[in-house]
């Protein structure tokens, strides 16, 4: 499977107002969906500037339809974090962590960068899939959106499509660099890359949503055991990743081996 020739990626200049985010308990009055989506947005405006500098650090070896796709990439990132950073400023630094979860995140990726670009750029693909996952369960459980402001909705809803439009572009620009090395390097780099990122990924969303749940008078462990049942219990967000998840440790493994177009295309009618 490659990338459909058909798909468009579309930078889309939007701005949401996300004002509301300051109440608490905003995702549908849920205060660990809250903080469970809050801290996932805390990891974005830093986590997609690595994703912009993984993909550009190859941006030369790449030509036609890609070299287009991975400027629009780019393009849609730069926007993402923007918006992103603009929801989070709405939280109120002087009673949740924010500082120091952003901190733990700049540490983390500056370590990263340490590593080089080819490292770089595993590590964003494997997260890549992660929020292409996540994307194409959007709209699958209204209920744990019913409730939440319309902007922070939308936002999200946004976020969502534009990660499924470019869900394989930076898969595409691993395959084209990778491209002289044997089947069985590019298999092993790319389970490895997902093993330590999956790990790493998932502590993390449980340590800085956790944290925001302690600031509000939560106790340390059951603030983790509430955001873990979250992820892997009821609603079960990450436990409903299954069988995409798995798809990824398949050798001959392609994003858009999971063609959601139409679901694109719904989201499509709404934005543009």
Request: aromatic share 12%; net charge positive.
């Amino acid at each position: 499977m490659q990338t459909p020739t058909d798909i468009a990626i579309i930078p889309r200049d939007l701005h949401f107002r996300t004002e509301s985010a300051r109440g608490a308990a905003w995702l549908g009055g849920d205060p660990v969906a809250t903080a469970v989506f809050n801290a996932l947005s805390l990891t974005f405006p830093d986590g997609e500037r690595l994703f912009i500098d993984s993909v550009r650090a190859f941006r030369s070896r790449t030509q036609g339809k890609l070299a287009d796709d991975v400027r629009a990439f780019i393009a849609q990132e730069a926007i993402h974090s923007r918006e992103h950073a603009s929801l989070n400023a709405h939280l109120d630094r002087s009673h949740y962590p924010v500082e120091r979860i952003e901190g733990s995140v700049r540490r983390r990726l500056a370590f990263l960068r340490r590593l080089g670009p080819l490292r770089m750029l595993g590590v964003t693909i494997a997260l890549e899939h992660f929020t292409a996952m996540l994307a194409d369960l959007f709209d699958s459980d209204p209920q744990l959106w019913a409730g939440t402001p319309e902007e922070i909705l939308r936002l999200w809803r946004w976020h969502a499509m534009e990660e499924t439009e470019h869900k394989a572009v930076a898969f595409d620009v691993f395959q084209e660099v990778s491209k002289n090395w044997t089947g069985l390097r590019r298999y092993l780099f790319r389970v490895h890359i997902m093993v330590l990122t999956s790990a790493h990924f998932t502590l993390d969303v449980i340590r800085f949503a956790a944290a925001l749940l302690e600031a509000d008078g939560t106790g340390r462990w059951r603030a983790r055991w509430q955001v873990a049942r979250f992820l892997f219990g009821e609603p079960g967000i990450f436990r409903k990743l299954g069988s995409r998840y798995r798809d990824w440790y398949r050798p001959a493994f392609h994003p858009w081996d999971h063609d959601n177009r139409m679901k694109l295309e719904q989201w499509r009618q709404q934005f543009g």
